[in-house]
T-cell receptor, first 112, second 112 residues
Framework: NAGVTQTPKFRVLKTGQSMTLLCAQDMNHEYMYWYRQDPGMGLRLIHYSVGEGTTAKGEVPDGYNVSRLKKQNFLLGLESAAPSQTSVYFC???????????FGPGTRLLVL | GESVGLHLPTLSVQEGDNSIINCAYSNSASDYFIWYKQESGKGPQFIIDIRSNMDKRQGQRVTVLLNKTVKHLSLQIAATQPGDSAVYFCAETGGQGTALIFGKGTTLSVSS
């Protein structure tokens, strides 16, 4: 039981490049979330999903897109990376909304 | 607005001491609270949770206390060890329809 896994662990992008972050969970959770964590800002919700095929915007969705084609996977896409998107990205999952969320190890993204 | 904050950004203790980390929440509608531990370079890890119909819950070496009258949450760690050094933050459910709200965290440093 791996819990929540994220790939890649670290990535460097140039401004304007695109990339996709992958999150996978093996706990059969319905809900999945993408957060970014910046110094002094805490965790901020980017997008979330309440089930396969459904997504919704969080607190800071601009510049990001998501997809949940399979229940166990939640993808976060950056179409045109900007230096302001330099951050640590965490994926999480939970049985129900507003219940305990279990986090992955994070992806460190540096946009130059 | 809704917010979850911690009284102190940093806390330094000696190995073997008991640690108390505090959290104030602002939304009286919150009915579920969680404490997370985040070690450097890792994702947040669930420690313990408590529902609003309880005022105390104990785990292994950890105790969470909830005071709904003053909207205060605390995490007590008994016999603190160097491995407890991390950032601790609380989360609350906020009002109906909101996602979990995370505080910014308290950094616990344990010296031996």
């Amino acid at each position: 039981n791996a819990g929540v896994t994220q790939t890649p662990k670290f990535r460097v992008l140039k401004t304007g490049q695109s990339m996709t972050l992958l999150c996978a969970q093996d706990m059969n959770h319905e809900y999945m979330y993408w957060y970014r964590q910046d110094p002094g800002m805490g965790l901020r919700l980017i997008h979330y999903s309440v089930g396969e095929g459904t997504t919704a915007k969080g607190e800071v969705p601009d510049g990001y897109n998501v997809s949940r084609l399979k229940k166990q996977n939640f993808l976060l896409g950056l179409e045109s990376a900007a230096p302001s998107q330099t951050s640590v990205y965490f994926c999480a999952s939970s049985w129900r909304y507003r219940e305990t969320q279990y986090f992955g190890p994070g992806t460190r993204l540096l946009v130059l | 607005g809704e917010s979850v904050g911690l009284h102190l950004p940093t806390l330094s203790v000696q190995e073997g001491d008991n640690s108390i980390i505090n959290c104030a929440y602002s939304n009286s509608a919150s009915d579920y609270f969680i404490w997370y531990k985040q070690e450097s370079g890792k994702g947040p890890q669930f420690i313990i949770d408590i529902r609003s119909n309880m005022d105390k819950r104990q785990g292994q070496r950890v105790t969470v206390l909830l005071n709904k009258t003053v909207k205060h949450l605390s995490l007590q760690i008994a016999a603190t060890q160097p491995g407890d050094s991390a950032v601790y933050f609380c989360a609350e459910t906020g009002g109906q329809g909101t996602a979990l709200i995370f505080g910014k965290g308290t950094t616990l440093s344990v010296s031996s």
